[in-house]
């Protein structure tokens, strides 16, 4: 199992980005993926998840209306779309999916929102 994150960078707030994750080593389109994110000395936090088709995301309160998830199994690979992003939104962005209880993340692509 494969997954590797990439997209990250330096943005001025109010700046985009769009986040990708490029998964390997397992059956993507059976499996609902998640974003989650963790700034510096705090937890990581789920950012949004998308069901195994595609029809059904979730998002944390404070990211509705400015980000989306979306994948394309065709190349199995989810990205995270990041509008109106603010230095809160700084952390290291990590993807995710969950097999048999185990959960599996990939190493992350950071994302520093900064003027």
């Known amino acids: 199992v494969q997954l590797v994150e990439s997209g990250g960078g330096l943005v001025q707030p109010g700046g985009s980005l769009r986040l990708s994750c490029a998964a390997s080593?397992?059956?993507?389109?059976?499996?609902?993926m998640s974003w989650y994110r963790q700034a510096p000395g705090k937890e990581r936090d789920l950012v949004a998840r998308i069901g195994s088709a595609g029809g059904t995301t979730n998002y944390a309160d404070s990211m509705k209306g400015r980000f989306t998830i979306s994948r394309d199994n065709a190349k199995n690979t989810v990205y995270l779309q990041m509008n109106s992003l603010k230095p809160e939104d700084t952390a290291v962005y990590y993807c995710?999916?969950?097999?048999?209880?185990?959960?599996?993340w990939g190493k992350g692509t950071l994302v520093t929102v900064s003027s």
């Open positions: 995710n999916f969950v097999r048999g209880g185990i959960y599996y």
């Open positions: 080593g397992f059956t993507f389109s059976s499996y609902a």
